[in-house]
Nanobody, 129 residues
Framework: QVQLVESGGGLVQPGGSLRLSCAASGFTSDDYVIGWFRQAPGKEREGLACINLNDGRIYYAEPMKGRCTISRDNAKHTVYLQLNSVNPADTAEYFC??????????????????????WGEGTLVTVSS
């Protein structure tokens, strides 16, 4: 059974950086995409970035280009999200999600729009001085 566990949230000062981790288990292969999403209070869920575990391809949502970095450690089955120069608008619950890749195809824009089959419970990030 696939499980995703996020960590790394907390209180961050404006202008600082944060690194979130998504530890995955239960995968039978690397044919998955894992991505990061967030949902701020009163707002819709927003897809941020995703990575193809099989070949390492990365896709960033347009607003996040240059602001965050997604990376993976396949040996640890962990995906990271580094977010720089945070501001109060980055305050949100951050989730990771995963979806199997059927036939090796991936559609990152759809994944970031609709999410995946598997979700973590989230980690709260609060940006405040």
């Amino acid at each position: 059974q696939v499980q995703l566990v996020e960590s790394g949230g907390g209180l961050v000062q404006p202008g600082g950086s944060l690194r979130l981790s998504c530890a995955a288990s239960g995968f039978t292969s690397d044919d998955y995409v894992i991505g990061w999403f967030r949902q701020a209070p009163g707002k819709e869920r927003e897809g941020l970035a995703c990575i193809n575990l099989n070949d390492g391809r990365i896709y960033y949502a347009e607003p996040m280009k240059g602001r965050c970095t997604i990376s993976r450690d396949n040996a640890k089955h962990t995906v990271y999200l580094q977010l720089n120069s945070v501001n109060p608008a980055d305050t949100a619950e951050y989730f990771c999600a995963a979806d199997p890749l059927y036939g090796g195809d991936w559609a990152p824009t759809e994944f970031l729009s609709y999410g995946g089959d598997y979700w973590g419970e989230g980690t709260l990030v609060t940006v405040s001085s």
